[in-house]
């Protein structure tokens, strides 16, 4: 046992198994577990073509290109105005794909099962194996897999699969989806004796700091033609150390399905938090005449948590307000084709930030995003849907939801149950159907599912407000205002209310709803461009006043003033949500609009807007000034952060903020004289100086107890002279994946950031890798992610750079017209 687990932890070198798929054999060495998933990820073939419909005619066709999935192929296309997908869409195309990929199965493996599983592919997918229809898939956010043992050919036969992917009938999204095969897919070999697709589930019935007990239901499938006597043990280990084993003897019929309940405790359990996620493993083995036939493998947590009337959020006995942000899942330049160094990067800005907790709205997310969540601890709300029954898009889901949300919500259960990152489920986001009885009827139905297949978390939907915004006063309680109360969030099938917005009604919470604790599952919405001020910033802009109305009074190009005062007529700026759940032990937490600015669903929604502007982090992963008023509030870190730039017309009146913390004051100087000192009052969360613009130096100093606590100073930049490269990791991994995030500075000759430079840049790349992304963050820029030259915003700019399988160096050069070039080197190891 010792030695294997050696070899479970370490799992065979990536680069291994994909050898064994690439070399087209599925031989291996006779450990059952590390065979048992390997990606399928490399050498598909792809053809985009709307007018094939049908398989056996792309069979034929011979303008198939080669590339390795996770693909999005909307991503590389161009921003179209006229596009079907709307702006909501990100104006980039869907259409119809088609992938194929030949690859050879070895001989030994003729008695056992090979499943393809897809972790999503967007969206109406249909697979062939050989020419055997496998199925259909219209979810694109959810994962499934098909057994391919019966039509396979083993030994030197070549076997083919096609894929066809249909993400032509526009609008079927309020955002960006990207389209094909964009999230991994594996091939599992595995004994016809096995554990079941998501086959385990580990729960941690009672926890205390001397011992939990935690409960394994692990169902098994048998698809030999004969009934089977078999034990099945289950190790739990803390990373290599084995903790304990619990063992049973089963017989399961042929061709049956059985499932098996185990329970043993464990001793001074090493809790899971936010702050130290420790995750344990549960390793199932399947044993027949002694002899392993499978082993499986399930992350676990250990913790204990509720959501309580009056405290919100306990973690491990302890409060914990949920400080989160909305995701959605594309990743920016790179498009919804996933990567979890990218997904990880996202959450390493988060997590910089003081963000505890990620929704994912408003579907289920990678498996990779939920990993990373458990090792990194974050509080995770996983959602279901959009939309039930009734559309939002004419060609979304809600066309599906008869015949699917049952099994995708299932699914769903299924294979994320296993998370102790995720602590709320969530059955929809702003589901039109929850102002009516139907409603009602259909989320109890969806709550009855979700409690069958766990009763651990609670159930919430993230509804409208359970008030008529159209009364000017949200503020007051129910029971004082004649108001519409929600039908879904009076029914009482919700474990947690949940609703977007409408922060002026939290307060009133408890009087609302006295017997139900509260989440705000969605907040904010405030809108930013990342760099960009109008001077004077100090009266809150509503922008634009409905997503229905033409937006006339912005700023020229669709740009919005990142002083945190712009809003939707529905939102609010970040500080003033953050105040009311700052203040309320009973206000568990929430979860902000969005982290991350994400393409498609611009406001203003119109062209030449493409992607959005409520993020606190722009498009390329550049932080908004909020960012650090979070940082301020969320963090230990100490905090002092200045803006706007200081490059205005001589004599101009500008606003300068500061975010600031563990200091009772800040003093601002220009050019060495001191501009005044202020003081956050009440529950003020920046301080402000209104001063003329006079070039020079802009510095502030904050203090506590007339001790100097930080210093930070802005200059007025120069002229743009030089670029200045600088990676976020300059080792990555030779394995075809890895990335490296380059950004790019646009600096004077005295290395001043240059505040509003916008050179085009131009990107080449030496060595065994590729340029996968460029982006400035900007929302209305119409340059292809993809190309490999970008024009900045705001002195800034990202390049990412992809591994090759070969180690080296990788030389990147930026150079733009005027200015001096920079190279920087990432080396593949
Ligand atoms: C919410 C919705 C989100 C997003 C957001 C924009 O109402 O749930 O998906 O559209 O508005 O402010």
């Known amino acids: 046992m010792k030695n294997k687990r050696k070899y479970f932890n370490n799992g065979l070198p990536l680069l291994m198994l994909i050898g064994i798929i690439l070399l087209g054999s599925c031989s291996k060495k006779e450990d059952a577990f590390a065979n048992r998933k390997v990606s399928f990820n490399s050498d598909w073939s792809f053809h985009l073509n709307d007018s094939i419909q049908d398989k056996d005619t792309i069979g034929t066709s011979t303008k198939w290109r080669t590339l390795n999935v996770p693909h999005d192929w909307s991503i590389e ?72 043992s ?30 094909g095969i964009f999230r991994n897919v594996w091939i599992e070999t595995t004994d016809k004796l096995h554990v079941a697709q998501w086959g385990t589930y580990v729960t941690t019935p009672k926890v205390t700091a001397e011992k939990a007990s935690v409960s394994f239901e692990t ?61 344990y493993s549960a390793v199932t083995e399947i044993s027949v005449d002694d002899k392993i036939v499978d082993q499986y493998k399930t992350n676990f947590g250990i913790r204990d948590f509720k959501f309580d009337l009056d405290k919100g959020f306990i973690l491990n006995g302890k409060q914990v307000k949920i400080k989160g942000v909305c995701l959605h899942h594309d990743l920016g330049p790179l498009g919804a084709a ?96 929850q102002w009516n009885e139907n409603g009602v009827a259909i989320a109890k139905e969806l709550a009855a599912i ?16 359970p008030v008529n915004m159209n009364i000017d006063a949200v503020t007051l ?93 529905w939102g609010s700026t970040h500080e003033a949500t953050w105040k009311v759940i700052k203040k309320h032990d009973f206000l568990s937490g929430m979860y902000i609009w969005t982290g991350f600015d994400y393409i498609g669903e611009p406001t203003p929604y119109e062209w030449p807007s493409i992607s959005s502007y409520f993020g606190i982090v722009d498009l390329a992963g550049f932080p908004k000034d909020v960012y650090y008023m979070y940082q301020s509030e969320w963090t230990d870190k100490t905090v002092l952060h200045i803006f706007p730039h ?25 050019n060495g004289k001191s501009v005044g000192v202020r003081s956050k009052k009440g529950d003020d969360l920046h301080v402000m100086w209104r001063i003329p613009f006079q070039p020079g130096a802009l510095k502030a100093i904050s203090r506590k107890n007339g001790k100097t606590v930080l210093e930070t ?67 209305v820029s119409h340059e292809s992610y993809k190309g490999s030259k970008h024009t900045a915003l705001n002195g800034k700019c990202l390049v990412i750079v992809q591994s090759d399988t070969k180690t080296g160096r990788l030389e990147l050069t930026a150079k733009a017209n005027g200015l001096k070039p920079a190279t920087i080197v990432i080396t593949a190891e």
């Not at 290599?240 to 084993?245: G, I, L, M, R, Y």
């Not at 910089?352 to 990993?371: K, Y």
């Open 150 to 179: 019966p039509y396979l050919n083993y030994g030197d036969k070549n076997n083919e699969i096609i894929v066809k992917v249909d993400n032509s009938k526009q609008p079927n999204s309020r955002w960006y989806s990207g389209s």
């Open 77 to 148: 296309g161009n921003f179209d105005e006229k596009s079907l997908a709307g702006y909501g869409g990100g104006a980039l195309n869907g259409g119809l794909g088609w992938y194929k990929k030949t690859f050879k199965v070895a001989a030994a493996d003729s008695s056992k099962v090979t499943s393809i599983i897809f972790d999503g592919v967007y969206k109406d997918s249909e697979v062939w194996i050989n020419g055997h229809y496998l199925g259909k898939r219209p979810n694109g956010y959810i994962g499934f897999q098909y057994d391919m």
């Open 338 to 433: 996933i990567n979890t160094r990218a997904i990880e990067r996202q959450l390493e800005i988060m997590k910089e930030m003081g963000v505890n907790g990620i929704r994912t709205s408003h579907n289920p997310p990678a498996p990779e995003l939920l990993d990373l969540c458990d090792k990194m601890g974050f509080i995770v709300m996983d959602e279901a849907f959009d939309m039930w029954k009734q559309t939002k898009t004419k060609y979304d889901y809600g066309n599906d939801w008869d015949k699917w949300h049952k099994k995708d919500l299932i699914d769903q259960l299924l294979r994320d149950r296993n998370h102790p990152s995720i602590f709320v489920w969530s059955i929809g986001n702003e589901i039109p159907e």
């Open 477 to 569: 309680q129910f029971e004082k205002k004649n108001v519409s109360i929600n039908p879904l969030a009076a029914s009482g099938v919700l474990d947690l209310i949940g609703y977007n917005y409408a922060h002026q009604t939290y307060e009133h919470h408890q009087k609302n709803f006295p017997n139900t604790p509260f989440i705000a599952t969605e907040t904010t919405s405030g809108l930013q461009t990342r760099g960009y001020y109008d001077a004077v910033s100090d009266t809150i802009k509503k922008w634009p006043v409905s997503w229905d109305k033409k937006f006339t009074g912005g700023n020229p190009g669709n740009t919005v003033s990142a002083y945190d005062q712009v809003q939707t007529p």
């Open 219 to 279: 169902t098994i499938q048998n698809q030999n033609t004969a009934s089977k006597k078999a034990t099945v043990t289950t190790t739990i280990f803390k990373e290599d150390t084995k903790v304990t084993s619990v063992t049973q003897n089963i017989t399961i019929g042929a061709n049956a399905n059985q499932t098996i309940k185990q329970e043993t405790q464990v001793e001074t359990p090493i809790l899971w938090s936010v702050e130290k996620p420790e995750l």
């Open 713 to 779: 100073e802005i200059k007025t930049a120069g002229n743009p002279e030089n670029l200045k490269l600088t990676a976020d990791r300059s080792n990555i991994k030779a394995d075809g994946n890895d990335l490296s995030f380059v950004t790019v500075d646009i600096l004077d000759a005295k290395g001043t950031l240059a505040p509003n430079a916008n050179n085009e840049i131009n990107f080449s790349l030496k060595g065994n890798g590729r340029i996968v992304g460029v982006c400035s963050g900007d929302p």
């Open 646 to 670: 200081w490059n205005w017309k001589a004599g101009q009146t500008v606003d300068v903020w500061a975010y600031y913390n563990k200091a009772d004051e800040v003093e601002l100087f220009l």
């Open 450 to 465: 979700t409690r069958q297949y766990d009763k651990t978390r609670p159930l919430t939907a993230a509804m409208n407000p």
